[in-house]
C-alpha cells in the first residue's frame, strides 16, 4: 500500500504520520491491501483539516474532518474513512458476480433430455425445454386521469376524433343509447372498438 503525505502550511510529524498508518491499517484489514492513499493535511486560520482519499478497485471513497487540532482531525477523517470502507465492502458483497441469461424469445433456453420407460430398452428419449422463470408480480404505477373519459355521450365517430385530439390510447366513452364503450388504440395505429357488457 502506497500513501502519499501533502501538507499545505502543515509540516507532517512523525505522531500524525503513525496515526494515519494505524488507521489506514484498519482499513486494510476491511478492504484488503489493493489501494493507495493520499493524504492532504491543510491549515486554514486554526482551522485544521484532513483529507484522506482511497482508492480500491469500484472508485475512490475520501474521509473529510476539521477540527482544532490536527490528530482530532485525522482520528475523524479515519473513522469517517473505516464507515464509507465498511459500507463499500458490504455493498461489493451484495451484488451479484454473475448475470443472468434474460430470455429475449429465441431459443436461449436449456435443453434437458430425459428418457420415459420401465428399462433401457422401451426407455423413449424426450427433451423438455427449461425457461427461465417470470417475475411473480410487478410493481403498478396507477395514474387517474378524467382525460381518458368522456363525460357525456357522444357517436363512434365522435369518440374517435375526441380520442385522437387528446392523443389516448385507451378512450372511455358511452353511446347515444347509453351503452359503454372503450376504444384502444393497436400498436399499429388502428382504432379497436370494445363494447361493454
Given at each position: 500500500?502506497?500513501?502519499?503525505?501533502?501538507?499545505?502550511?502543515?509540516?507532517?510529524?512523525?505522531?500524525?504520520?503513525?496515526?494515519?498508518?494505524?488507521?489506514?491499517?484498519?482499513?486494510?484489514?476491511?478492504?484488503?491491501?489493493?489501494?493507495?492513499?493520499?493524504?492532504?493535511?491543510?491549515?486554514?486560520?486554526?482551522?485544521?483539516?484532513?483529507?484522506?482519499?482511497?482508492?480500491?478497485?469500484?472508485?475512490?471513497?475520501?474521509?473529510?474532518?476539521?477540527?482544532?487540532?490536527?490528530?482530532?482531525?485525522?482520528?475523524?477523517?479515519?473513522?469517517?474513512?473505516?464507515?464509507?470502507?465498511?459500507?463499500?465492502?458490504?455493498?461489493?458483497?451484495?451484488?451479484?458476480?454473475?448475470?443472468?441469461?434474460?430470455?429475449?424469445?429465441?431459443?436461449?433456453?436449456?435443453?434437458?433430455?430425459?428418457?420415459?420407460?420401465?428399462?433401457?430398452?422401451?426407455?423413449?428419449?424426450?427433451?423438455?425445454h427449461k425457461f427461465p422463470a417470470?417475475?411473480?408480480?410487478?410493481?403498478?404505477?396507477?395514474?387517474?386521469?378524467?382525460?381518458?373519459?368522456?363525460?357525456?355521450?357522444?357517436?363512434?365517430?365522435?369518440?374517435?376524433?375526441?380520442?385522437?385530439?387528446?392523443?389516448?390510447?385507451?378512450?372511455?366513452?358511452?353511446?347515444?343509447?347509453?351503452?359503454l364503450m372503450i376504444l384502444h388504440?393497436?400498436?399499429?395505429?388502428?382504432?379497436?372498438?370494445?363494447?361493454?357488457?
Amino acid at each position: 500500500m502506497n500513501v502519499e503525505y501533502t501538507g499545505r502550511q502543515y509540516e507532517i510529524t512523525p505522531a500524525i504520520r503513525k496515526e494515519v498508518e494505524t488507521g489506514l491499517a484498519k482499513i486494510r484489514k476491511i478492504l484488503g491491501d489493493k489501494f493507495e492513499a493520499k493524504v492532504i493535511l491543510i491549515v486554514q486560520k486554526h482551522r485544521h483539516k484532513a483529507e484522506i482519499t482511497i482508492t480500491p478497485r469500484k472508485g475512490p471513497i475520501v474521509g473529510l474532518a476539521e477540527a482544532g487540532d490536527m490528530k482530532s482531525a485525522v482520528g475523524e477523517a479515519l473513522d469517517h474513512l473505516e464507515k464509507q470502507a465498511l459500507k463499500y465492502k458490504t455493498r461489493w458483497r451484495t451484488k451479484k458476480r454473475k448475470p443472468h441469461d434474460k430470455w429475449n424469445g429465441e431459443s436461449s433456453q436449456e435443453d434437458v433430455t430425459t428418457a420415459v420407460g420401465i428399462s433401457k430398452m422401451t426407455a423413449i428419449p424426450m427433451v423438455v425445454h427449461k425457461f427461465p422463470a417470470v417475475a411473480s408480480t410487478t410493481d403498478v404505477h396507477l395514474v387517474h386521469s378524467d382525460d381518458a373519459v368522456a363525460t357525456r355521450p357522444m357517436t363512434l365517430e365522435e369518440a374517435v376524433k375526441e380520442a385522437h385530439f387528446r392523443d389516448r390510447d385507451v378512450f372511455v366513452f358511452r353511446d347515444p343509447k347509453g351503452k359503454l364503450m372503450i376504444l384502444h388504440r393497436t400498436r399499429d395505429g388502428k382504432m379497436e372498438l370494445i363494447e361493454a357488457p
